[in-house]
Each structure stands twice: as C-alpha cells, then as structure tokens.
C-alpha cells in the first residue's frame, strides 16, 4: 500500500493520522509541483553556470592542491544551488533501481537521521517519517522523554517495533528516521530488511558537540546521571554517555545495508571536518551509497 493512498495508521489502541507527518503535498497536486520543480531546476541549472555563482558560500577550509584537483574531477560542490542540483539528480538515478522500496535510517542520536531523511524524501518525492514522532502520537502526545520516565525503556521499545512493523508492512516509498536504539532489537531488522537501511555513521565527538548545542531535553538516555557529572560541562557528559551507548550497540549498525561515513566523504571531499559538511552533502552521499548497495545486490 502507498503512502500517498492511506492516510490513517492503526496502532494497538490509537489510529496514528499520518497527515501531521507527510512531508509535502500529494495526489493530483503532484504533478504541479514536479512541473514547479523542473522549472526551479533549469533556473537553477543556469544560475550554475554563470562563473560568479560558482564561488563557495561557506568558505571551505580546502587546501589549493585538494581544490583544483576537486575541481577538475567536478566531484566538488560550490554552493548550495549545485548541492539541490545535484542532489536531484542523484535521487531520480537511484529511484530507478528502488522499485518502491522505502528506506530507514539508523544512527547514534544526532546522527542527523531526522535532518538528512527529510531531505532525501523531498528529493525522492518519498513520504517522510519520525519514528519517535509515531510512537508519540500512538501514545496520545506523550513525549519520548516522558514515556521513558513513566513507562520505562522496555515500553518504549515496544512501541519503536510496533511502529516499524507497521510501518514496513503497510508502506511504499517512504523514508524512515528510525529512533538511535532501534538497531538493537533483531525484529527491528526484519522490518527494516523490507526497505533498504542506511547507517549514518559519525564520529562520537561531533554528535556531542550537537547534542550539547541542542540539550538532553528529548533524549532521555543522554541526561547525565553518572556521580560527578554535574561538575563537567555538556559536551563531556554527551561524550561519556554517548561512549558508553556506542559500546554497546555499535556493532548493531553494521546490519545496515548502506554505510554513510561522514568521516570518509570529508575526506573525499577535502574538507577540514566532518563539521564542513552539509546535510544535503550527506544526502547524496546517501544516495550514492544506496545506488552501490542495489547495483552489488543485482550481481
Ligand atoms: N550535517 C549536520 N551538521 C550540523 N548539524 C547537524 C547536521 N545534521 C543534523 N544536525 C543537527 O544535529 C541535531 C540532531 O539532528 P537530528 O536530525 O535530529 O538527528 P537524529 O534524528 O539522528 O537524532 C539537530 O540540532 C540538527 O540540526
Ligand atoms: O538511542 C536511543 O536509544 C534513543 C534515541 C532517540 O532517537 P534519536 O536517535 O532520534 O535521538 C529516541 O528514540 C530515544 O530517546 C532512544
């Protein structure tokens, strides 16, 4: 069943309304916005090729030997109408090979699965859903944080399984943000199994730096609780916490179909670091490396 055809989604006990969630609008409207979009894109397109909109916005920190050689193989993006570009194009390449198939994104918390999955629908013209969003309606509004305070982590999970399954049973064509500890559950795979799951993987100290910009208020399992912790600043605490989550579930990512390293493309890239990178960067990287998982899957 499509997302765009039903838009109600039944839990154990509530109906989830699936309209709150859709990314952008459907059905008859579509073909307006595709026009629009073609449109957007050759002016974009234009505005490409005009040597003073070529310039980097964001100032990147590239080395000359990186930048001429980036340059030359055209793998480097100069500013954000090229990544749209590119991240268009990228999307229509790799919807040919998906037949349908949704996708899941897995990762640490502040992997960027939220950010970078509406990004990838939107591309797609795939429908966007947060797994943590879903579970919260199931549960009449109740936050994430206040679930794990109330009913604890074992119902919680429960619910994360139930809205996968459903989920990949009941839809096509969605992208998934799943919850950072959903890869811990082997049900949980099978679901995801449907579609295609990709791992954003980030360097710890990145995703602390964001959690510590953002605070621990809807990730219950970050609040720093450990004797001492208040003693050290919010960066340290996410650090610690996210240290010891890593060694006990980092192993589990690697079930994933695709792997996104944003250490590897700041490489690739020539950047200084992985915080150089744009979250439509990692989209297409996802792209690319979700084109590889179904080309090898072909063979
Ligand atoms: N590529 C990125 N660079 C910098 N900050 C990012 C990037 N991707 C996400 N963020 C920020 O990190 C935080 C967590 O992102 P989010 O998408 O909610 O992660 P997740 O869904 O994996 O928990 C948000 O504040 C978001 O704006
Ligand atoms: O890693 C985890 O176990 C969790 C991650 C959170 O989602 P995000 O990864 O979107 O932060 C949320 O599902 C819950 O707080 C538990």
């Not at 699965?113 to 629908?121: D, S």
């Not at 797609?124 to 944080?145: R, V």
Request: hydrophobic share 35%; charged share 25%.
């Amino acid at each position: 069943m499509e997302a765009t055809t039903v838009h109600r989604f039944q839990y154990s006990s509530p109906w989830i309304d699936l309209r709150n969630f859709e990314g952008k609008p459907r059905g008859s409207l579509q073909y307006n916005h595709r026009s629009k979009e073609n449109k957007r894109l050759r002016v974009l397109a234009l505005a490409h090729f005009q040597p003073d909109k070529r310039r980097d916005h964001r100032q990147r920190s590239l080395s000359d030997k990186n930048s001429s050689a980036l340059l030359e193989t055209g793998s480097l993006l100069h500013s954000p109408f090229d990544e749209e570009l590119v991240l268009k194009r990228k999307a229509e390449e790799v919807k040919q090979y998906l037949n349908g198939r949704s996708m899941y994104l897995v990762g640490m918390m502040g992997s960027g699965k939220t950010t970078v999955g509406k990004i990838m629908a939107r591309a797609l013209g795939y429908t966007f859903f947060d797994c943590d969003a879903l579970i919260e309606q199931a549960m009449n509004g109740t936050s994430i944080a206040e679930i794990f305070e109330h009913f604890g982590e074992s119902v919680f999970r429960e619910k994360e399984t139930e809205a996968l399954q459903k989920l990949s049973l009941t839809y096509h064509q969605v992208v998934v943000s799943t919850g950072g500890g959903a890869v811990i559950r082997p049900i949980n795979w099978k679901y995801m199994h449907n579609g295609i799951s990709i791992w954003l993987d980030v360097p710890l100290e990145a995703l602390a730096h964001r959690i510590a910009a953002v605070g621990t208020h809807s990730r219950p399992l970050l609040r720093g609780n450990d004797d001492g912790d208040e003693s050290k600043d919010a960066y340290t605490v996410a650090l610690n916490r996210l240290s010891t989550i890593w060694d006990a579930r980092g192993e589990a990512y690697t079930n994933a179909s695709a792997r996104v390293s944003l250490e590897n493309i700041t490489s690739k890239r020539g950047y200084r670091s992985v915080s150089d990178l744009t979250p439509a960067e990692i989209a297409i990287e996802a792209f690319e490396q979700v084109q590889s998982f179904v080309e090898k899957e072909g063979l």
